[in-house]
């Protein structure tokens, strides 16, 4: 039923940062087989094998989403316009990560669910009522006997990423009040397509949605999909409005708008996907052709944000310290390691962005216009930068 259309090779965890030391020696790195598929009865595009999550959000979780000031201030303006749209009594989030979200909510009216114990620490030593577990129906039953219902459910960058999805959704329509409503924020799908971005597939992204699928996924947890709304961050996302089955909620017109363009891009078929393939296996090449003749001509090449996503590049392109002498990224807890299997250093952008440095591979592309505002001296200095998405160029205009 679930048809592979992409095999992007062995893959270490997305996050797994590596320390040089005895315990978490290079040699003993963990590594799957990434392979991407699609379901022809819900439309959805899923890995073929899913990591188990228990690897993944361990307590040295890597990622803070309040690190970024585009991601900071998309997070307050989303939590002041679902409390006005909304009103919710009680509200909860799923996946608060270091409470990027949460804190622009009194605290006595929401709700943090995180399952890395480090990231939940943050959140409830700033009082906010934190379960530090995984989301699932045990979980959502707990929350309701302590708190009651549930009015707003928020998630962002995190159902994408439970490989039970309909366990997921069992447990969402459990919690939440009869009029209550779940968003739920991840890449999406069409953007991927249409722009090459096959980094946005890592041990994490367990599924890249569309409106296609969400609505048939849903439907079977008794809940549906009345609205969505496109956002731009992680590099072209999706928010996805969802009500109980009966609640009166018309559909919006945009929903429709949306299935209708998805299903004309071909994302119901098959051959969309194996075209697509071929598309990832010519950036691959085109990419490392650039690279090749830069490194020809004694360029020194480094690449900007230890992002996830870059593993998928690094890995499936066979990147490392050949090409790259070293990647930057401001995140304390990145710098000093290693990336995940190509083992190329991390260091900050004070001590990486230089004269002596001619090009930069732009790992958090989807930060694109804020790096590059960042870093003006470099790019007078005759500093360039590369990119990948939509497809493999130095950046020249900016
Ligand atoms: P993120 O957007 O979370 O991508 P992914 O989900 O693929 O990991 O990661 C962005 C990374 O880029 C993060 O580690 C911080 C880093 N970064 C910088 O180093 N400098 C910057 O100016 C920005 C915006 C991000």
Redesign the pocket.
Known sequence: MIKKFLNLGMHPI??SFLKKGKKNNFKNEFFYNLSVGFNEKNYLVSLMKPVNPKKQYTDTYA?RAS????MRKAFQLVAREFQKRFKPNLSMEIGSNDGVFIRNFNKKKIIAVEPCKNLAQITKNKKFKTYSDFWNVKLSKKILKENGKVDLVFSANTISHIPNLKETFDAISIILSENGTMIIEDPYLPTVINSNSY?QFYDEHVYVFSALAVGNIVRQSDLRLYDIEPSNT?GGSMKYFICKINDKRKSSKRLFKYLSKEKKLGLNKIDTYKKFANRVQKSKKDLLNLLKTLKKRNKKIIS???????TTVFNYCKIGTKYLDYV????LN?QGKFTPGQHIPIIS?EEGINENVDYAFL??W??KK??IK?EKKFIKNGGKFITHVPSVKVITKY
């Not at 900007?304 to 870059?310: D, E, F, L």
């Not at 930057?328 to 995140?331: K, N, P, S």
């Open positions: 997305a996050n990622h690190e970024s000031k585009t980094d992680h900007y944000g230890a992002t996830y996503k870059s930057v990224d401001t995140t990145k952008p790992g958090a989807n930060f804020e790096i960042k």
